[in-house]
Nanobody, 113 residues
Framework: QVQLVESGGGLVQPGGSLRLSCVAS????????MDWHRQAPGKQRELVAR???????IYADSVKGRFTVSRDDAKNTMFLQMNSLKPEDTAVYYC???????WGQGTQVTVSS
């Protein structure tokens, strides 16, 4: 059973920054794409960012230029640097991979003054 554990969420003011981390317990971490998704209250879960093996990335239009996804394959860890946060970024953020068929429990991000 693959385990993914997110951390780094919290309460931040608009315009602020947070850095999320995701640690995965799998030997194949370095060869699979990894995703960050989020789900806001009353809304469907959406893809925020994806990082493929090798480092190529894709982002949701709503976060382009503000969020950066990265990975440290030696530590089985993925990151999401979130800058210029907006109230509409408030959501539970999940890491996972369709290849693994596994997702973490999520970490709450709240952007509010």
């Amino acid at each position: 059973q693959v385990q993914l554990v997110e951390s780094g969420g919290g309460l931040v003011q608009p315009g602020g920054s947070l850095r999320l981390s995701c640690v995965a317990s799998t030997r194949v971490f370095g060869i699979i794409p990894m995703d960050w998704h989020r789900q806001a209250p009353g809304k469907q879960r959406e893809l925020v960012a994806r990082i493929r093996a090798g480092g190529s990335t894709i982002y949701a239009d709503s976060v382009k230029g503000r969020f950066t996804v990265s990975r440290d394959d030696a530590k089985n860890t993925m990151f999401l640097q979130m800058n210029s946060l907006k109230p509409e970024d408030t959501a539970v953020y999940y890491c996972g991979s369709a290849d693994l068929g596994s997702w973490g429990q999520g970490t709450q991000v709240t952007v509010s003054s």
